[in-house]
Nanobody, 125 residues
C-alpha cells in the first residue's frame, strides 16, 4: 500500500493549483483518502477527505470555499484543487488513508495509518 503526492510548486497569490495523490497496492473503491497539510511550526491538519466507495466528501470549515477533492483523471488518483491561493496556504501537503476507514468525515478527524510523502506548496508574489 503506497500513496504518492505530487503537483506542488510555487504559485502567486490568487492562482490555483491541483495536487494529485496516486495510490498503489489497493483499489480506490472503499477506503477514504484524505489531504492534509503541515506548515512550519504547526500541527498537521485535515484539508479534505473523500470516501472512495460513494464519493462523499468532507471539508473542515476553513477549506469549504477554496478546496476541492475529487477523483483524478489518471487511474487510481485523488486530486486536490486549491483555488485563490493565499499566504496562509503554504505548507507541505500530504495524502493519507486508512484501509479500514471508509468514512471521509472519520478519516479527516482521525490520523491516517498510511501516508504518502508530502509535496511542497509555496505562495509568493
Amino acid at each position: 500500500v503506497q500513496l504518492q503526492a505530487s503537483g506542488g510548486g510555487s504559485v502567486q497569490p490568487g492562482e490555483s493549483l491541483t495536487l494529485s495523490c496516486a495510490a498503489s497496492g489497493f483499489t480506490l473503491n472503499r477506503p477514504a483518502i484524505g489531504w492534509f497539510r503541515q506548515a512550519p511550526g504547526k500541527e498537521r491538519e485535515a484539508v479534505a477527505c473523500l470516501s472512495t466507495n460513494n464519493d462523499i466528501t468532507y471539508y473542515p470549515d476553513f477549506a469549504k470555499d477554496r478546496f476541492t477533492v475529487s477523483r483524478g483523471k489518471a487511474k487510481n488518483t485523488i486530486d486536490l484543487r486549491i483555488d485563490n491561493l493565499t499566504p496562509e496556504d503554504p505548507a507541505v501537503y500530504y495524502c493519507g488513508t486508512d484501509l479500514g476507514q471508509a468514512s471521509s468525515y472519520a478519516l479527516c478527524h482521525r490520523r491516517p495509518t498510511t501516508w504518502g510523502q508530502g509535496t511542497q506548496v509555496t505562495v509568493s508574489s
